[in-house]
């Protein structure tokens, strides 16, 4: 049983260039999230999607994108990338929509992205 | 907003108890714990949704005291694999997104 699946695990990019990180989950959950992770912050909400065809923006979306693409799959783009995007990115999902909150997240592996 | 976490780290004997705090500034319809190892993901540990409720898992147990808009995470008779940063994740009420405090390392020594 997979869980989430996150792809790539890595990446370096260059200010200014654009990649897209890939989620897909396969508990048959409703709801997806992205959060990143900086040192001494916690994890942050950057998106997330309650359900497959809605999405919704969380703490820190600026500079992002997402696409729920189906139940299963959930993308988070960054248009032009900014030494600030620098950090550990991690999707998540949930059987419920997190307004309800009384199901756990589980989360995938995470993707360490830096940005020169 | 952010929940805010006591202590930052705290360093533990195998087989010592140790208690880690999550306290919001806003009143809290639920309260997540998770653990998150060095690189790995994090994991869900326990949900609390009443006010006073308490659960435990092993060892682990937790409280949540909705009037004071806290929770706390007990660890008793800790263990090497209890090694690891915690974090609480908290739902204000009306609110639509579970917001997780900065966590708290906890290190056992043997």
Redesign the interface.
């Known amino acids: 049983n997979a869980g989430v699946t996150q792809t790539p695990k890595f990446q370096v990019l260059k200010t200014g260039q654009s990649m897209t990180l890939q989620c897909a989950q396969d508990m048959n959950h409703n709801s997806m999230y992205w959060y990143r992770q900086d040192p001494g912050m916690g994890l942050r909400l950057i998106y997330y999607s309650a359900s497959e065809g809605t999405t919704d923006k969380g703490e820190v979306p600026n500079g992002y994108n997402v696409s729920r693409l189906n139940k299963r799959e959930f993308s988070l783009r960054l248009e032009s990338a900014a030494p600030s995007q620098t950090s550990v990115y991690f999707c998540a999902s949930s059987e419920a929509p997190q307004a309800f909150s009384n199901q756990p997240q589980h989360f995938g592996d995470g993707t360490r992205l830096s940005i020169l | 907003q952010?929940p805010v976490q006591s202590p930052q780290a705290v360093i533990l004997r195998e087989g010592e108890d140790a208690v880690i705090n999550c306290s919001s500034s806003k009143a809290l319809?639920?309260v997540?714990w998770?653990r998150q190892k060095h690189g790995?993901?994090?994991?869900?540990l326990m949900?609390l949704?009443k006010g006073g409720e308490q659960k435990g898992h092993d060892k682990i147990s937790a409280s949540f005291n909705e009037k004071k808009q806290q929770s706390s995470l007990y660890l008793t008779a800790s263990q090497l694999s209890y090694s690891g940063t915690y974090?609480c994740?908290t739902?204000p009420r009306g609110?639509?997104?579970?917001?997780?405090?900065?966590?708290t390392i906890l290190r056992v020594k043997s």
Do not use: R, W
């Open positions: 952010q319809y639920s997540h998770y790995e993901a994090p994991v869900f949900i949704l974090f994740g739902n609110g639509n997104k579970l917001v997780f405090g900065a966590g």
